[in-house]
């Protein structure tokens, strides 16, 4: 199969952390005789500094052209404290996101059995929590319009819209991920205050008849927030909407230990595209201390969702639980034992995937 990817490797640590994924990916090219073509395109930060864009048009093209896109991180800290900075690094994200349709998010939350010393609960809650939560992308309040000030600057305002083909759309791809999975979904939102969580809930009332094999329950969006730390193994499929999914995720992403750990693939109308969860990380750019884990596990959701290849995506995931189980990790996870920098866990992992060659 001839896989053409897109790589936007971003601001901060992307492109050190992308340089591992990409050694990994053609490890896995050359074990199970794939051929791969990679297409570099700028976005966010450097893409202000270069073009005065975070999202231009050719590297819009360049996503459209492609089969798949890798994107490591955006983000610079002389944004994050001028609130009224003209052209931010975050909007090339969202533009990205909306003109690509990727309106599904999805994210893994696992455990990997030999950190889970790291996580800030108590290991008996955390062992064996294996859920997905899926956050819908492409609209609510980071899209709704109008949003923005008043004329003497003293009153500003966001609006929450979704229409039922947004919210339908979603949920029948949450069904989709309960089906294949542990058959229950849970529908997070705040449908006791808010009316886009109360068509949310109607909607999902009007489909779980469809889909009788899947338990369908509800929660509101605090209580699902305790719900995730008390009681991690009670989750399957969780779906929600885009505010509420990327406040929650980041709360779950770090029961596994760190949140260098977790990849996400988002899905929709035209090319699918893989992330880590975690951001640009501007402290450490360019000192080859970062884990990669988080981009090279988005590389296996790559081959998996956008390509069907299974196999390959499991050969880079047991590649890393290999990794992990012989101690190869980076500073955050090492404590006072040995770190590895960030291309030496990306060697690690793409020799031992090349061993297993046959
Ligand atoms: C995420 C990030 C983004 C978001 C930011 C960088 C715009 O936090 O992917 O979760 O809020 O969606
Ligand atoms: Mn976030």
Redesign the pocket.
């Known amino acids: 199969m001839n896989l053409k990817i897109a790589v936007l490797a971003g601001d901060g640590i992307g492109p050190e952390i992308m340089d591992q994924a990409l050694k990994v990916t053609r490890a896995v090219c050359k074990r199970f005789n794939h051929e791969a073509t990679f297409t570099e395109a700028i976005t966010g930060a450097c893409a202000i500094d270069a073009v005065g864009d975070p999202y231009p048009p050719e590297t819009h093209q360049v996503c459209m052209a492609a089969d798949a896109v890798l994107f490591g991180a955006?983000?610079h800290p002389k944004y994050d404290n001028n609130p009224n900075a003209p052209i931010r690094?975050?909007q090339g994200?969202?533009r990205m996101?909306k003109q690509l349709g990727l309106y599904g998010?999805i994210r893994p939350v696992m455990t990997f059995p030999s950190l889970i010393h790291k996580s800030p609960l108590r290991a008996d809650l955390v062992e064996g929590a294996d859920f997905v939560c899926i956050?819908e992308?492409t609209g609510g309040m980071?899209f709704g319009r109008p949003q923005g000030r008043s004329e003497d600057g003293n009153t500003a305002y966001d609006t929450c819209v979704y229409t039922r083909e947004e919210i339908e759309r979603i949920l029948h791809l949450a069904y989709r991920f309960a089906r294949q999975r542990r058959k229950k979904l849970t529908v997070v939102d705040k449908a006791n205050v808010i009316a886009t969580s109360r068509l949310w809930r109607q909607i999902a009332q009007e489909m779980a008849p469809q889909y009788p094999d899947i338990e369908t329950d509800y929660l509101f969006v605090d209580n699902a927030a305790m719900r995730i730390i008390q009681w991690p193994r009670s989750f399957d499929v969780l779906v929600t909407e885009?505010l509420f999914g990327?406040i929650l995720?980041?709360e779950a992403s770090v029961i596994t230990g760190s949140l260098g750990m977790l990849p996400?693939a988002s899905i929709g109308i035209h090319t699918s595209l893989f992330?880590p969860?975690h951001?640009s990380y501007p402290q450490a750019a360019g000192k080859n201390i970062a884990n990669p884990v988080a981009m090279i596990l988005s590389a296996a959701l790559m081959f998996e969702y956008a390509f069907n290849l299974h196999e390959e995506g499991a050969a880079i995931r047991q590649a890393v639980n290999a990794s992990l189980e012989a101690g190869i990790v980076t500073e955050e996870i090492a404590e006072g034992g040995k770190a590895y920098t960030t291309s030496e866990v990306g060697d690690w992992v793409s020799e031992y995937i090349d061993s297993k060659k046959k």
Do not use: A, F, V
């Open positions: 955006i983000g690094p975050e994200l969202l996101r998010n956050r992308l980071y885009n990327d995720t980041d996400s992330e969860i951001g």
